[in-house]
């Protein structure tokens, strides 16, 4: 069987994998998003399906004022003794903690907190079979970057061992993501290291103890891909995964940009490869370093899940599990029950270049190829009323395509919102049932709209290289979604949708 990588595409980074018998479930990144850290199953590592959120609570997760990129960032997740535990860190906020669950579905528990520096990320856990269990993450001090490790208990989160620095790479340059394993009677170190752009990679040393001293391997960095023509760029952030056959497996993040450009608007997405092991004793992933879009697949039996729908007609009373807010929502801000096959936004004062809870649900934009249409119902009272949709990077790089009054008339108005500045055009448009619609290409969005029964009309065009992270920074991707506001105060009534429809082609890359 062959594959294609990503094997999850959009904005799905850090990713993180453990086996269970013969499953395997991933977790990644979500920052500013709520829920927090999506949690996927798969049978063969290449077909893989969400279950669940691991932070679906405000008391896990507390976003209300975190900047753009910040909160949820790179989660480790592991399982021991018919346990799943998931360590992350809430940048800024909390520092790092631990959620655990034995149904990895959820619920998960409440946070157990770790008592690190708010700014010390990439925590990760490792069950020795001796019984003891220990953390080893990035610490920050005053920009100084290493890594270091302690033992933990962790189901209290009481540290039993005093900080240990340990091996920090071979570059020296921004080692993060840390994660140990015991193979053969060796410790492996694997970390990234070399900055988050192209020279981001992946290297490892070992040890015959879990604290060092360290060895570093001879064919490091054992995953880089600057210098090549590749369509895929900066892999790096891995986590190792043996499988039942005994071989070994890497995920790891990576970004597909547009062809003839170094912009990407879908984030860092993860991807799959081999690990070999040389004869010496070193895992390298992929042997050549390099990892291609099409690949041999392991050696298990293809266990592919039903696709993931594109078309929600709101008819339960649950939002389907892509669906996120940016940051914590206020409850009374949106529903599913009060008018029974739609979706309600009622719009708030927030806007969505703040950093409150603003009435904004979206799902992310998977495929450089695709689209977002969706059918309003909103009648605005007053100039500032707005309801419909947004292609939303961050709080300052969006662009929105909303219902609204302007003296006294009914019209949409398109906002594109680059790098916090607001450019603005009105359209006239008249009564009746409105259908928005935006296209998605590697270099434009196109905004449409239809009254009615009338005809699809495109309203205004965008570059998506203003929604690229080269131009917005951060490490999230872009997201398409419903949003409706008052713009400092309350919408007088509510933005009613009665569908939201996602297309997008298959991965491949952005040409």
Not at 66 to 79: E, F, L, P
Not at 393 to 401: A, E, G, T
Request: proline share 7%.
């Amino acid at each position: 069987m062959r594959f294609t990588n990503p094997v999850i595409p959009g904005f799905y980074p850090d990713p993180s994998v453990c086996r269970v018998g013969d499953d395997f479930y991933l977790v990644t990144s979500t920052f500013e998003y709520f829920p927090g850290v999506p949690i996927f199953h798969s049978r063969d590592l290449v077909h893989w399906r969400q279950i669940g959120h691991c932070l679906t609570r405000d008391n896990q997760l507390p976003l209300l004022g975190q900047g753009n990129s910040w909160g949820i960032s790179a989660a480790t997740i592991r399982h021991h003794q018919g346990c799943f535990y998931v360590v992350t860190t809430n940048v800024g906020h909390r520092g790092n903690f631990i959620v655990t669950a034995t149904d990895p579905a959820g619920e998960w528990s409440d946070p157990i907190l770790l008592g690190d520096p708010a700014l010390d990320v990439d925590p990760s856990l490792f069950f020795d079979d001796d019984g003891k269990v220990y953390l080893t993450r990035e610490q920050n001090i005053n920009g100084e970057i290493g890594i270091v490790q302690y033992e933990i208990n962790p189901d209290t989160g009481e540290h039993l061992s005093e900080e240990r620095p340990m091996w920090s790479g071979i570059t020296g340059v921004y080692p993060e993501a840390p994660h140990l394993y015991k193979i053969n009677g060796y410790y492996y170190l694997l970390i990234a290291e070399g900055g988050i752009d192209v020279n981001h990679c992946a290297s490892v040393a070992r040890s015959t103890t879990p604290w060092g001293p360290w060895e570093p391997c001879p064919y490091n960095p054992i995953l880089l891909h600057a210098g090549y023509d590749s369509p895929i760029k900066i892999p790096g952030h891995a986590d190792f995964v043996q499988l039942q056959d005994g071989s070994w497996w890497a995920v790891f993040l990576g970004i597909r940009p547009v062809r003839g450009t170094d912009h990407y608007q879908l984030g860092r997405e993860t991807f799959l490869a081999p690990v070999d092991w040389t004869e010496d004793g070193w895992p390298v992933i992929n042997r050549t370093k390099r990892i291609a879009t099409v690949m041999d697949a392991p050696a298990l039996a293809p266990r592919p899940w039903a696709p993931e729908a594109g078309f929600d007609d709101f008819a339960t009373d649950r939002l389907a599990l892509y669906w996120n807010f940016r940051r914590n929502p206020d409850p009374a801000s949106w529903s599913l029950t009060e008018r029974p096959g739609f979706l309600r936004l009622h719009g708030l004062a927030a806007t969505l270049n703040e950093q409150g809870a603003v009435a904004f649900i979206g799902r992310r934009q998977r495929h450089y190829h695709g689209s977002a249409s969706a059918s309003l119902e909103f009648t605005p009272a007053r100039e500032g009323e707005e309801a419909g949709l947004a292609v939303v990077m961050n709080d300052h790089n969006h662009y929105d395509l909303l219902l609204t009054l302007r003296e006294g008339q009914r019209g949409l108005l398109f906002r594109t919102c680059i790098k916090g500045r607001m450019d603005e055009t009105f359209t006239p448009i008249p009564d009746g049932s409105l259908c928005l619609r935006i296209e998605a290409d590697p270099g434009l969005y196109q905004f449409y709209y239809r009254v009615g029964a009338g005809v699809l009309t495109r309203l205004a065009t965008a570059e998506t290289r203003w929604l690229s992270v080269r131009e917005t920074g951060g490490f999230t991707g872009v997201y398409f979604g419903m949003y409706a506001t008052g713009n400092g105060q309350a919408c007088s009534g509510p933005a009613d949708f009665d569908w939201f429809e996602y297309t997008g082609a298959e991965a491949g890359g952005g040409d």
